[in-house]
Structures are given as structure tokens and as C-alpha cells.
């Protein structure tokens, strides 16, 4: 059957708004807030909605995390006494180097100044989400979850001048079901776009408005992370661990993570760079396999695996942040770029950027602007908090990448150490490829034997997706699009060995052998919405596209 086209369906209601953010992660929230906090010590009213394509506030929010709190600091100087949910202090800090079966620990004193995590957090980001959109709604700020922002609105001019949420209740057909529901377009002055990594309107944008001229392309990481409780005799409070090494090879960049916080909670990450050469690597599996490593895997002995989850970073930094604004509006925190890779934190720089873009905004509606580029706003990052903060650690991830793990993570200590006195020996190094061109082909690669899981400390995609309580209305069109299905058979399987059915973290796609003939399957209610698939794929075959809003995964204190 035919997919319905637009003039076949009735005609979108709209809602006008001063701001429109799309996005309830730290930045969305943050820029909402300053919106509301300005207007009312300004005896204004600013109307503002922030919509969300996850079923509740935070339930796409996946992080670390270790808060460092400059960001809640500067929007809410009195969080404590308001009960802000950051309760655990960081207490020690431990960095490790794994062998096979060694763990050196790694001097203090060696580090940088900006990776001590002294006076920083151990949280759930999500439930800092969820309080800072109870703050958001006491203001008057107008939220929606569920709703995914599917297509920008453009005017007579070609500006941004709001955002259509998907249609509800389409089946796989394309055709319009019983329950089906049109989308809403949400008009405003001005659009914040806070997606995070790899964000659907913002891989747009940054198309449409060639964002990135003169910049180095964007580069990702993929953080799979699950969340433990530990026996009382294991958990340690306020401790952060971070370790690289096993069981990546030294030209494979990545590292992991041990975060003590609350009543006997473990949060326990892997983090790969997503420029991996060898197209038989498995992000998931070689999380699996750090788990084992006898420094780690004593940890866990006697816990409970409790929520599983994946997302995709952004770690270009410095160089690769594209032009914030665009005619409409701007992106924020993840969106944008802003995590600072060494230290493993963006959120503090999503809130700074929430509040700058929110400012830049409240400036010019104030001047009775709107639909046009907030201007000073490129410049107000880069010379501020957040430029200072990401150009101190521009060259880390770039010498990783080029030198391998020991020299690189070498070199790039070095770098941030003479960054702390304001300068470098390096200048600022060039990124390269993108992440989608650095697979090599099969034929040049060993396979990987990964052990089998033992359902103790390790185990198998699709029992840990099920911990994601990740949820998609079955009957609704793929919303993984591949722009040449048959050039996954000739490229993506005969030249490089069908890698996505190892680097997506959820089992989404498959390779089947029916009738002695290859068949790739989209198992799409799996999908995590890590967008890895998005970002890796070697001919940029497959494009990440939002579901029906409130599908995904379901993350409780992630």
C-alpha cells in the first residue's frame, strides 16, 4: 500500500510560542529556565515549551555521571537548599591502566589540574533532569513529553520558525490507523534546538546552513553504561575510578568508568571511540569483557545488574563545534558539541550553554527581534566558560587518535598540563576523517573470538536491552532508513563484513542467511536511540530518524 502523502492528511494545528526548545535534557531545561528567571526580574512575561520525544523527563537521559557544578551553580546558587538531587560527593579519585590481567594504578599528581574531580558529583543525570523540569514548570514553562520533534518549520524566508511533532498512530505501511493522531506544529520567535549527540534536526541544520564550514568534522564516542546495585562491603562512597587499556588494543581509543553514589549504586561505563578501524569489533562485547578484568569483576561478584542503556558522545570539542545559530535559533550542549572528552563531562557545559542561548534570545526579543541569527552568540561561548573549558583540552582526543593510547594519552596530558599555564606545544591538531570513513575493509582484519557471556558480571545484548525497558509501537514505519537497501548486501556486508550487527549495543540489525541468500533485518523495537548506526555506518547508508514520540528506552535514575 502507498504511504500517505502530506496533502492526503488533515492540516496541523499549531501553538505560538515565544521559545521553542526541543530537547528536556540539561541544556533544553537550563535555556528555559534563564528564559523564565530574566523575564521575572524584568516584571515580563516570556512564553516558553520545551518538548521531549522520551516518554517522561529523563527517560533518554544516559550518562556518567560526574557533575562538576559550575553549570547548577550559576542557575540555581541555592540548589542545596532548593534539594537539588546531587547528594554524593566525589570522595577519591583512581586512575588505572589495564594489562590482560595487571591494574597499575596511575599517580594523582601526574593528572592535569582539570581532570581532579574535587568538589564535583556522583549522579543520576536523569533525576537531575526530572528536578530541573519540576523548577522549569513552577516557572510556567510548558513541557510535553512523549512528543517527538520530527520536522523544522521553515518561513517565507527560509528562517526556522518552529517544529511539527511526528504524526501518532501511522502503521508500518505508512498508512493512518485507528488511533492516529496528527502532529502539532509549535511556532516560536526563536528555536533552541538541545537534542544531544547526533541529534535528528541538528545533523539537519547543520546540513541546510552549512554549520560546519571551517570546522574539523564532528567526532563521537559510544558510552554503554549499566547501573548496579553492589553488596555494602563493595561500594564505596564518592569513589571515581576511570581506566583505559584492556581489553582494547593500542590503537583502539576508549576507557571505562566506576562511579560509587547513593545506597550501594555502581554506575559502570565503557566508552569507545567511534573511529575504530577493525569492522569485527563489538562495543558491547568489549564492554562485556572489561566487566571480567580481575580489578574490576570483584566489584560486581554477588550484585544486581539493574538498568542498561547506550548513547553516542560527541568528542570532536574545540575544533568541531559547528556555527551555533542559525536564522531562528541555535543549538545547545550535546547538540552543539560540548563535552569535554578527557574529563568524561558535558553537563555542566550543557546548562552554560542552555543559559548563554537563552540570554542571546531574551536580548533579542527584547529588541522586538525574531527568526533571525542570535550573532554575538558565537562568540560569547567561545571566549567564555565553555570556550575556555573545551580549548584547555582541544588536542587530547586528536593525539590519541593519531599516536595510540599510551603516547597519546601521553602527549595530550602534556598538552592540557601547559594549557593550564595558556598555551600549547601543539597548537590545535586536526581531527582528520570522519568516524564513518575510518573502517578498513574485512579482508584486512582479524575476526574477534569473544567469550561467551557468563550471565554473572557479563551477558548477552538482548537480556541487557531488556533492562533498558526500551518500548516502540511495533506497528508503526521503520524509523532506521537506509537510502540504498542494496548497497548494505554490496558494501556495507561484502566489503566490510556487516559491522553494524556489532556496533549497535542493542541488536537492531542482523545479518540472515534465507535461502542461501543474505537478508538484512531492522529488529527497530530494539533501537536504544544511540544513534551509533547514524555515525558509523561506512557509506553513510543509514539515517537515524525519530519514532513516534514516548518509543525507546524507558532509563529510571541513569
Known amino acids: 500500500m502507498a504511504e500517505t502523502g502530506a496533502a492526503d492528511l488533515p492540516e496541523r494545528e499549531s ?43 529523563g527517560a533518554h537521559i544516559l550518562s556518567g555521571a560526574v557533575v562538576d557544578p559550575v553549570g547548577i551553580n550559576k542557575l540555581f546558587p541555592n540548589w542545596q537548599e532548593l534539594g537539588a538531587p546531587l547528594n554524593t ?22 593528572m592535569p589540574p582539570l581532570m581532579n574531580n574535587h568538589g564535583n558529583y556522583v549522579v543520576s543525570l536523569g533525576n537531575l533532569a526530572r528536578w530541573l523540569a519540576g523548577k522549569a514548570e ?66 539537519q541544520l547543520i546540513s541546510k546552513f552549512d554549520l560546519g564550514a571551517g570546522r574539523e568534522p564532528q567526532k563521537f564516542g559510544l558510552g554503554i553504561k549499566e547501573l ?43 566508552v569507545l571511540h567511534l573511529n575504530y578501524e577493525n569492522p569485527y569489533l563489538s562495543p558491547f562485547e568489549e564492554f562485556q569483557r572489561f566487566k571480567t578484568h580481575p580489578a574490576i569483576r570483584d566489584v560486581f561478584e554477588g550484585g544486581k545488574r539493574i538498568a542498561y542503556g547506550a548513547r553516542a558522545l560527541t568528542e570532536g570539542g574545540w575544533q568541531s563545534v559547528p556555527r551555533l545559530c542559525f536564522p531562528g535559533g541555535a543549538l545547545m550542549g550535546c547538540a552543539a558539541g560540548f563535552m569535554n572528552v578527557p574529563r568524561i563531562k558535558g553537563s555542566h557545559n550543557a546548562i552554560l550553554s542552555g543559559m548563554l542561548s537563552a540570554e542571546h534570545v531574551y536580548a533579542a526579543l527584547g529588541e522586538g527581534r ?33 599516536y595510540g593510547t599510551l603516547a597519546g594519552i601521553a602527549l595530550g596530558g602534556l598538552d592540557m598540563w601547559t594549557n593550564t599555564f595558556g598555551f600549547s606545544l601543539f597548537g ?21 573470538a569473544y567469550p561467551r557471556p557468563d550471565n554473572k558480571v557479563s551477558f548477552d545484548r538482548l537480556s541487557s536491552v531488556f533492562l533498558s525497558a526500551t518500548n516502540h509501537e511495533e506497528d508503526q514505519p521503520v524509523h532506521l532508513r537506509l537510502a540504498d537497501p542494496d548497497l548494505q548486501l554490496s ?38 536511540h544511540c544513534k551509533t548506526c547514524d555515525i558509523k555506518d561506512p557509506n553513510g547508508n543509514i539515517t537515524w530518524t525519530v519514532p513516534e514520540g514516548g518509543g525507546g528506552p524507558n532509563y529510571p535514575n541513569m
Open 491 to 528: 558494501s556495507e556486508f561484502q566489503v566490510y563484513g556487516g559491522p553494524s550487527a556489532r556496533y549497535c549495543p542493542a541488536g537492531v540489525y542482523e545479518w540472515i542467511e534465507e535461502d542461501g541468500k543474505q537478508k538484512y533485518q531492522i529488529n527497530a523495537q530494539n533501537c536504544v
Open 370 to 402: 525574531a527568526n533571525d541569527e542570535l550573532t554575538g552568540l558565537e562568540e560569547a561561548w567561545r571566549g567564555g566558560e565553555i570556550g575556555r573549558d573545551l580549548k584547555k583540552v582541544r588536542n587530547a582526543k586528536p593525539l590519541w587518535s593519531r
Open 228 to 270: 548496579w546495585e553492589v553488596k555494602p562491603e563493595k561500594f564505596q562512597p564518592g569513589l571515581v575510578q576511570h581506566s583505559f587499556g584492556w581489553p582494547l588494543d593500542g590503537r583502539t581509543g576508549g576507557g571505562s568508568f566506576l562511579y560509587h553514589f547513593d545506597e550501594n549504586l555502581v554506575s559502570v561505563g565503557f
Open 89 to 110: 560527593k566525589v570522595a577519591k579519585d583512581k586512575f588505572l591502566y589495564l594489562g590482560e590481567k595487571s591494574a597499575i594504578g596511575l599517580p594523582n599528581f601526574l
Open 138 to 203: 513552577e516557572m510556567g514553562v510548558e513541557i510535553y513529553p512523549g512528543f517527538a520533534a520530527a520536522e523544522l518549520i521553515f518561513d517565507d524566508n527560509g528562517a526556522v520558525k518552529g517544529v511539527a511533532t511526528g504524526d501518532m498512530g501511522v502503521g508500518r505501511d505508512g498508512q493512518p490507523k485507528d488511533t492516529f493522531m496528527r502532529g502539532m506544529e509549535l511556532h516560536g520567535k526563536y528555536v533552541l534546538i538541545g537534542e544531544g549527540a547526533r541529534g535528528s534536526l541538528a545533523k
Open 428 to 448: 590545535t591538531v586536526k581531527h582528520g576523517k570522519p568516524d564513518s570513513a575510518c573502517l578498513k575493509p574485512a579482508s584486512q582484519c582479524q575476526p574477534i
Open 15 to 57: 501553538m505560538e510560542y515565544d521559545v521553542v526548545i526541543v530537547g528536556a535534557g540539561p541544556a533544553g531545561l537550563a535555556a528555559a529556565i534563564r528564559l523564565k528567571q530574566l523575564a521575572a526580574e524584568a516584571g515580563n512575561e516570556v512564553s516558553v515549551t520545551v518538548i521531549e520525544k522520551g516518554s517522561e523527563v
